[in-house]
C-alpha cells in the first residue's frame, strides 16, 4: 500500500506502514507449509520443473474422472460441475490477483467485470436478445474486450485516488453495475436471458457437446483458458509491467520517483484485471445458459476477494488454489452451504491476524533475473545473502 | 460497442433514462425534507466512519454492522415492550419512556459492537503492525462475518415491523406537510452532533482524540493513553450508530434485516467523504446533503434505485474534484 494520497489523510505514517511491510516480509520468508516444497522445487532443474508440472496439468485435466471419495461433491452437487465451477473461480482469482495482488489496488467491485463479460455473452447470443447473434467461441473476446473498456472507463477518473478510497469506489461501481442491470429494461433485470450459446459440436445423438449439464467439456474448455492466461499473466508479470505493479504496491511515491508512470500502470492492471474477469463472466453465462441480474452481488465481490487473500496475494498459484477452494466447500459440505459467507469472512480476519500472506506466500525474489541470481547465490552456500533483502530486491 | 449498439437499436432504444423535471419541481419540497430526514441518519453512521478513519486511517467497512446490530436490538427491545405493526394506543408519556429505554439498549447494543469488533478483529493487527491492505480485508471481513451471523440466527427475512407513534402531520411549509417524524429525527440527530462535536472540541478526551488524530506517537509521548483512545473512539461512534438505528426504525420500520447496514453504511461513508472526513461538522453536512441529492435524483430518474447510483456518482465527482470533501479540516487540524 501506498504511504501517502492525494486523499485528505491525517496520520503521516510513513514509517508505521514502512516497518510494517518489513516485518512482513520477513514473515513471508520464514513461514509457510509451502517453503520447503519451493526450495526443492527452485531447486530442481528446469526439465524436471516441467516434467512436474505437466504431471499437474494432467492430473488437472483428469478431475471430473477422479470422482472418488474424498474429493466427491455431496450428492446433489454434480462433480464435474463442481470442477467447472472451481475453476471459473480460480480463473477470476488469477484476474483479480494482478489487481489486488500485483498492483496492490483493492478492487471491490470486481464481480462488476464478471457481469459485464455474463451479459456480453448473453446478448450477443441468446434468443431473447434483440441484438445481433455470433458464434459465443466470439463472445468471449468481445466479453473480454467490453470488460477492459469498462475497467478503462472505472480506472481513468477513480485510480488517480489511493487505496482505501478506491476501495469504495469500486465497490459503489459494482452495485451500479447491479443496479443498472436491474432498473434498463433493455438488460431485463431477473427475467434475464435464457438459452446462452455455447461452443458449436453436437454428440452422435444429437446433444450438443457443451450442454448445460454436461460440466467435463465445459471444464476442459475453462482449464484450457486458465493455462493459457496463467502463462501470459506470468510473462506479464516478469515483464517491465509487471515490475511496475509490485513497486507501486511496495511504494506507490518511491515508484513515482524513480520514473515508473504509475497512473498509466494501475490503468493497465485494472484494464487486464477486467479483461480476465469479463473473459470469466462469459464462460460462466456459456456453461448456465442464462444470466440475470441475481448474481452479480456484492457478496460475490467479497467472495472472489476472500478466493485471492486466502490462496496468497500475490501468487497466481495461490490464486487458482484460493479461487479453487472457495468454490469447492460449499460445494463439498452442502451442510455448511448456508453458512459459507460467514466462514469466508471469519477465515479472511483470521487470516489477516495469523497468515496474512495466503496460503501460499508470494515470492520473494529478485523481480527480474530471478533464476539467474538464484543460481548465482545457491552456488555459495550462504542463506543470510538469498533471505536478506538487499540482494534479493524487492520483496514480492 | 456496446453503449453503441445500445443507443442505434430500434428496440433498445426505448427510454430507460428519463430526465422528468416536471415530477421534481412539483415534489421538490416533499423531497427535500423527506432527503434531510434520511440525510440525518447517514450523518448519524457517518459520524462513526469519520471518527475511526481520523484516529486509525482506516474505512471500519464493519461499522454498517455495528449500526445495523444496533436496530436488531431497537426493534426487539420495542417488540418485547409490546409495540407492533400498528401504532400503539398508550398514552404519550409511556411511549416516550419507550422510545427512551429503546434508544439506551441501541446505543449499548450498537457499542459493544463495536467495542468487540475493534478488541477481535483490529487490536490483534496492530499490534502485529500489520500493513493497511490488512486492515481492510479485515475490516471486509468482520462485516461479512457479523452479517452472516446475524442470517445465520434470525433468517433471512426481516424483522416485524414495529410503529412507534402515529406519524401526525405539524405544520405546513412550501405547500409540503411536515411530518412529526421527520423533525423528531432531524433535530434529535442535530442535537446529538452538537453534542459529539462539543465533546470533541473541549474536554479533555476529546483533545485525546484529536492528538492520536494528529500524531499517535506524539500523543503516546505526551502521555495519551492511544490504546483507550482508540477503544473510546470506537464506542463513540457506536453510541451515534445505536442512535441512528432508532430514526432509521421510526422512518424504515420494515428494514431490520441481515444485510440491511451494507448499503446504508456505504452511502453514510460517502456522507463522511462528501463533508470532508475526518471532520464531525462535515459528516453532518455531508449527510444531510447525499439525503437531498439522492433523493433528488430518484425523483428525476423515476427509480428509488437510483438514489444509490446518484450517490456514488457524487461521491466519485466529489472525490475528483476535492478530495478533501467540502468542509475539508481534518480531525487531528481542528483548533483546541
Known amino acids: 500500500m501506498s504511504t501517502s494520497s492525494d486523499g485528505p489523510r491525517i496520520l503521516p505514517d510513513a514509517e508505521s506502514a514502512r516497518e510494517a511491510i518489513e516485518t512482513e516480509s520477513v514473515v513471508v520468508k520464514r513461514h509457510g507449509p509451502f517453503v520447503g516444497l519451493r526450495e526443492k522445487w527452485d531447486g530442481l532443474p528446469r526439465q524436471g520443473q516441467w516434467a512436474w508440472m505437466l504431471l499437474v496439468v494432467a492430473l488437472a485435466y483428469a478431475l471430473p474422472y477422479l470422482n472418488v471419495f474424498p474429493l466427491t461433491t455431496e450428492p446433489g452437487n454434480d462433480w464435474p460441475l463442481a470442477c467447472f465451477s472451481m475453476a471459473v473461480y480460480a480463473l477470476v482469482a488469477v484476474g483479480l490477483n494482478v489487481v489486488v495482488g500485483y498492483a496492490g489496488l483493492l478492487d471491490l467491485g470486481y464481480v462488476a467485470f464478471f457481469a459485464v463479460g455474463s451479459y456480453t455473452s448473453a446478448l450477443l447470443t441468446s434468443p431473447d436478445s434483440p441484438l445481433m447473434k455470433i458464434p459465443y467461441l466470439w463472445t468471449l473476446p468481445v466479453g473480454m474486450a467490453v470488460a477492459m473498456i469498462f475497467g478503462v472507463i472505472l480506472g481513468v477518473p477513480t485510480l488517480r485516488l489511493r487505496g482505501d478510497y478506491l476501495a469504495i469506489v469500486t465497490l459503489g461501481f459494482g452495485e451500479i453495475v447491479r443496479i443498472l442491470a436491474t432498473i434498463i429494461p433493455a438488460m431485463k433485470g431477473q427475467v434475464g436471458f435464457q438459452n446462452v450459446g455455447h461452443p458449436p459440436g453436437t454428440q452422435a445423438d444429437g446433444i450438443p457437446i457443451f450442454a448445460n449439464s454436461n460440466g467435463t467439456p465445459w471444464y476442459w474448455l475453462t482449464l484450457t483458458i486458465i493455462i493459457i492466461v496463467t502463462l501470459l499473466v506470468g510473462n506479464l508479470e516478469r515483464s517491465r509491467v509487471g515490475r511496475a505493479w509490485i513497486a507501486i504496491r511496495e511504494d506507490e511515491d518511491a515508484a513515482e520517483t524513480m520514473g515508473v508512470p504509475t497512473f498509466k500502470y494501475k490503468v493497465w492492471a485494472f484494464a487486464i484485471g477486467a479483461c480476465v474477469g469479463g473473459l470469466s463472466g462469459a464462460l460462466f453465462a456459456g456453461q448456465v445458459g442464462f444470466v440475470n441480474n441475481q448474481k452479480f452481488d456484492v457478496q460475490t465481490s467479497i467472495l472472489f476477494l476472500a478466493a485471492v487473500v486466502l490462496g496468497g496475494t500475490g501468487n497466481k498459484v495461490g490464486a487458482l488454489i484460493g479461487g479453487a477452494i472457495v468454490a469447492y466447500i460449499p460445494l463439498r459440505f452442502t451442510a455448511i452451504a448456508d453458512y459459507k459467507y460467514l466462514i469466508f469472512g471469519v477465515a479472511l480476519v483470521v487470516l489477516m491476524i495469523y497468515r496474512s500472506q495466503g496460503l501460499v506466500p508470494a515470492k520473494v525474489r529478485l523481480l527480474a533475473y530471478a533464476r539467474k541470481v538464484r543460481h548465482r547465490d545457491a552456488e555459495p552456500p550462504a542463506p543470510a545473502v538469498r533471505r536478506g533483502g538487499t540482494t534479493e530486491g524487492a520483496a514480492s | ?336
Open chain 2, 1 to 336: 460497442m456496446l453503449d453503441l449498439l445500445l443507443t442505434t437499436h430500434p428496440v433498445l432504444d426505448n427510454s430507460w433514462i428519463t430526465l422528468d423535471f416536471n415530477a421534481l419541481a412539483q415534489n421538490f419540497w416533499s423531497a427535500t425534507f423527506d432527503g434531510l430526514t434520511f440525510g440525518a441518519i447517514y450523518g448519524l453512521i457517518a459520524v462513526g466512519y469519520t471518527l475511526v478513519y481520523g484516529v486509525l486511517n482506516l474505512i471500519n467497512f464493519a461499522h454498517s454492522e455495528v449500526f445495523i446490530v444496533g436496530a436488531y436490538g431497537v426493534v426487539m427491545t420495542l417488540t418485547a415492550l409490546g409495540f407492533g405493526p400498528s401504532a400503539p394506543t398508550i398514552g404519550i408519556g409511556s411511549i416516550i419512556a419507550d422510545l427512551l429505554l429503546a434508544l439506551i439498549v441501541g446505543m449499548i447494543c450498537s457499542a459493544l459492537m463495536a467495542f468487540l469488533l475493534e478488541r477481535i478483529a483490529y487490536r490483534p493487527l496492530r499490534r502485529r503492525n500489520a500493513p493497511r491492505l490488512a486492515f481492510l480485508i479485515t475490516a471486509i471481513g468482520a462485516s461479512f462475518a457479523v452479517q452472516y451471523l446475524i442470517f445465520v440466527i434470525r433468517g433471512a427475512n426481516a424483522e416485524p415491523a414495529v410503529t412507534m407513534f402515529v406519524n401526525s402531520p405539524v405544520f405546513n411549509v412550501f405547500g409540503t406537510i411536515i411530518f412529526s417524524q421527520q423533525i423528531i429525527i432531524v433535530i434529535a440527530a442535530i442535537v446529538l452532533m452538537v453534542a459529539t462535536d462539543l465533546f470533541i472540541r473541549r474536554g479533555r478526551t476529546g483533545r485525546g482524540i484529536r492528538a492520536v488524530a494528529q500524531d499517535p506517537d506524539t500523543a503516546t509521548l505526551m502521555g495519551v493513553n492511544k490504546e483507550r483512545i482508540i477503544v473510546i473512539t470506537f464506542v463513540l461512534g457506536g453510541l451515534l450508530a445505536g442512535a441512528a438505528a432508532l430514526f432509521y426504525v421510526m422512518l424504515v420500520p420494515s428494514g431490520v434485516i441481515y444485510n440491511g447496514g451494507f448499503i446504508l453504511g456505504i452511502k453514510a461513508f460517502a456522507a463522511a467523504v462528501l463533508g470532508g472526513i475526518g471532520n464531525v461538522r462535515g459528516a453532518l453536512l455531508g449527510g444531510l446533503l447525499l439525503g437531498i441529492i439522492g433523493n433528488y435524483g430518484q425523483i428525476l430518474l423515476g427509480d428509488s434505485q437510483w438514489a444509490d447510483v446518484v450517490a456514488f456518482v457524487v461521491l466519485v465527482l466529489v472525490l475528483l474534484i476535492r478530495p478533501t470533501g467540502i468542509l475539508g479540516t481534518a480531525l487531528g487540524r481542528s483548533r483546541a
